[in-house]
């Protein structure tokens, strides 16, 4: 068992550009080895899902003025650490919370579906196998809570709930043997060739074939000047993929 300094000092590592042409991971399944789990910072939580800090943190940790609990059934507890199926589940959270569906309500569901399931990444599961259970399990529980508008949107023929969940599976990878995610990519329209991987750089974005994160080839441009092909050449990669890699990096900055 790792512990939360280990765990910590590891999503700090993760930032180096010393990772830039680490040995390639085959994948395998996401929840046999915590090193194949990813490492992110709260600030990397936010900035990859364009979510406010102080939300996100009330999702991981529950709220200090209130007793409700967190939403995520954290992978590295008592660690500031997230895990990649913890990000994939607060892509979930902020798609439905984006349509008005409460926070109570996402939290009964979640511990429902935890319970039902055996599985403790309700929200990061395939929508192909999962979608009319999670339906099931919102209905059930908007009822439950007086949800009204989340009971309308999850029962019957709403098309509503289906156009979310399609939008938050788009640019996701499942494994087909757990039907949990395991790799994302944030922007497929803008960036088809950069994932979040958690067999590669410990999860960071970084470039699908050349496996090299997108942050080690932004520094080196940087300090190369805005030399493309400098460290094209110094990464032995294609001009094409440094330019993408730098145009992803600016893209998410703010």
Known sequence: ???????????????????????????SPINADP?????????????????????????????????????????????????????????????????GVSMQTLRAAAARARKEWDQPHPFALSRARYLTDRRSVFAQVAEQQGDRMTWDMASGQHEMWDVIEATIAKGVEFD?????????????????????????????????????????????????GGSIRRVADAFEISEDAVRAAVEYEITTAN
Do not use: C
Not at 60 to 87: E, Q
């Open 1 to 27: 068992m790792l512990g939360d300094d280990r765990l910590d000092a590891l999503a700090s590592i993760a930032d180096s550009s010393d990772i830039a042409k680490e040995a390639a991971l085959e994948h």
């Open 176 to 224: 087909p043997a757990s039907e949990l995610a395991r790799r994302w990519y944030p922007l497929p329209a803008e960036f088809p060739k950069i994932s979040v991987d958690p067999a590669v750089a410990f999860g960071k974005p970084a470039l699908i074939d050349e496996r090299i994160p997108t942050a080690a080839i932004h520094r080196m441009w940087k300090a190369e």
């Open 35 to 99: 090193l194949l789990a990813g490492f992110y910072s709260p600030a990397d939580a936010a900035r990859l899902l364009q979510v406010a800090s102080p939300k996100l943190r009330g999702w991981l940790n529950g709220w200090g003025n209130s007793a409700a609990g967190p939403i995520v059934d954290r992978d590295f507890k008592h660690s500031r650490t997230i895990s990649f199926l913890d990000l994939m589940e607060m892509r979930f959270i902020e798609a439905f919370r984006r349509q």
